[in-house]
């Protein structure tokens, strides 16, 4: 079997809750062979609604007894798309590490010192929890993880140096078989399989590169400091530039914040974003304003020139009737 390759682990990505009588005794022995060899076989633990609330779809009892279980669900945010792992899912009291993290402990390793998961500090009892958030950094579009065809390598047609000290992760591949993931770096590409999203998952707990999402309070300063810094060239730019300068400065946070991404931070734009749009007609806003106050005092002086020394009369309210007070005095 792939045993004999000397790989790291052996992981099926498989939910095997359904007995095969058949199929069963056979890979029961191919784990135990493995697992004599010093092979860890890991297999995935799952969920389904129930009646009752939850039911686990374990490994069934012929496969159960020498494997080591993982959480294989993928935790999908509202649109669809997976951004997160969670270090472990399952009862708030007995837990399931993440497949992943399952492989990577089953070869020896830990995880890497530069992660930060994001904890529950209050786990709700009697539901299924999910807890140690991280981050998905992803390696590549969906291919980028190198594959080989199972089949060849039980027919032994793949060389055993390509398996020897790997994590070996066997899954469905073709598109159509309803295990594949939206992600991120998809774009044109065909949906990303589960088991390569594993594997990512996997790269990511061994050689860390999770970006950190930045503090609220930072954000807000920024864009507090931002704007500040915004409202001050708007000054001194003048009308005709200053609405390119605001409408352009929000493609130029948007490019910012893909760069920091991209270098390990996560910050949204939009806490800047919202306010630099309204920032044009706010600032017109008050040129206007100061345009009517001084327009106003103007108008009190004409007035009381005309007056001959009398005493000015109010000046009106509203820019039209302001104007045309001012027409009226010119005019004289």
């Known amino acids: 079997g792939m045993a004999a390759a000397g790989p790291r682990s052996i992981t099926l990505d498989l939910v095997l809750s359904e007995p095969e009588p058949a199929g069963d005794p056979w890979l029961a022995a191919e784990i135990a062979a493995a697992t004599r060899a010093g092979v860890p076989v890991l297999l995935p633990v799952s969920w389904q609604p129930g009646p009752g609330g939850l039911d686990l779809l374990l490994p069934t009892p012929a496969l159960r007894g020498a494997v080591r279980l993982g959480a294989a669900e993928a935790a999908v945010d509202a649109d669809g798309e997976l951004r997160h792992l969670f270090l472990q899912a399952g009862p708030p009291d007995a837990p399931y590490p993440h497949l992943a993290r399952a492989v990577l402990e089953a070869g020896g390793g830990r995880l890497h010192p530069s992660l930060r998961p994001a904890w529950n500090p209050a786990p709700e009892p009697g539901r299924w929890q999910r807890d140690g958030r991280l981050v998905m950094r ?20 793949v ?20 295990d594949t993931l939206a992600t991120p770096v998809n774009a044109g590409h065909r949906a990303m399989p589960g088991v390569e999203a594993l594997a990512h998952g996997l790269a990511l707990l061994r ?42 400065s929000v493609p130029l946070v948007a490019l910012a914040s893909a760069a920091s991404a991209h270098a390990g931070w996560l910050w949204s734009p939009l806490p800047f974003e919202l306010p630099a ?13 100061r345009a009517m106050q001084v327009l106003a005092a103007e108008i009190r002086e004409l007035a009381a020139a005309r007056q001959a020394g009398g005493a000015a009369a109010p000046a009106p309210e509203g820019l039209e009737p302001q104007i045309a007070e001012l027409q009226r005095a010119g005019a004289q």
């Open 277 to 289: 749009l309204l920032a044009y007609p706010l600032w017109s806003w008050l040129r206007l304003r």
């Open 207 to 248: 050689h860390g590169g999770s970006p950190r999402p930045v503090p609220a309070g930072a954000v807000a300063a920024g864009a507090a400091l931002g704007l500040v810094l915004l409202l001050a060239l708007l000054q001194r730019v003048g009308e005709r530039r200053a609405l390119a300068l605001a409408l352009g």
């Open 138 to 157: 992803f390696g590549g579009a969906p291919g980028a993880v190198p594959r080989v065809s199972a089949l060849d390598v039980l027919q032994g047609r």
């Open 159 to 178: 060389a055993p140096a390509q398996l020897a000290g790997r994590d070996l992760l066997l899954g469905l591949t073709a598109q159509g078989l309803g």
